[in-house]
């Protein structure tokens, strides 16, 4: 079974910080590369973030680089972000995201199909 479920979100400053947390089914962990993708109303869809434990990669976009930093719990099958030095247009939903269809296991992801609730993270002035 494919799972992924985020949490972390909320409501903080600008010049914050929030962590952001993603549990992933063992199969999914080891198998996809994982990315954190945010939605923000009348913007495009970003992937921001990915992590592959699987072949040992990452990335990030230049809109968070340098801010954010992405880990992973083998432990916990879970992957975190890291989001340092927030800003207004950070404000989103953000989700974890994989791509089940042509099983991608190296970042950046580029196409994602599966995805969890998300988490809400608003960043006020």
């Known amino acids: 079974e494919v799972l992924v479920v985020e949490s972390g979100g909320g409501l903080v400053q600008a010049g914050g910080s929030l962590r952001l947390s993603c549990v992933v089914s063992?199969?999914?962990?080891?198998?996809?590369?994982i990315a954190w993708v945010r939605q923000a109303p009348g913007k495009e869809r970003e992937e921001i973030s990915c992590?592959?434990?699987?072949?040992?990669?990452?990335s990030y976009a230049d809109s968070v680089k340098g801010r954010f930093t992405i880990s992973a719990d083998n432990a916990k099958k879970t992957v975190y972000l890291q989001m340092n030095s927030l800003k207004t247009e950070d404000t989103a939903v953000y989700y974890c995201?994989?791509?089940?269809?042509?099983?991608?296991?190296?970042?950046?992801?580029?196409?994602?199909?599966?995805w969890g609730q998300g988490t809400q993270v608003t960043v006020s002035s």
């Open positions: 995201a994989i791509d089940l269809t042509y099983g991608n296991s190296r970042c950046p992801l580029n196409y994602y199909d599966f």
């Open positions: 063992e199969f999914t962990f080891n198998k996809y590369a």
């Open positions: 992590i592959s434990v699987r072949d040992s990669t990452r």
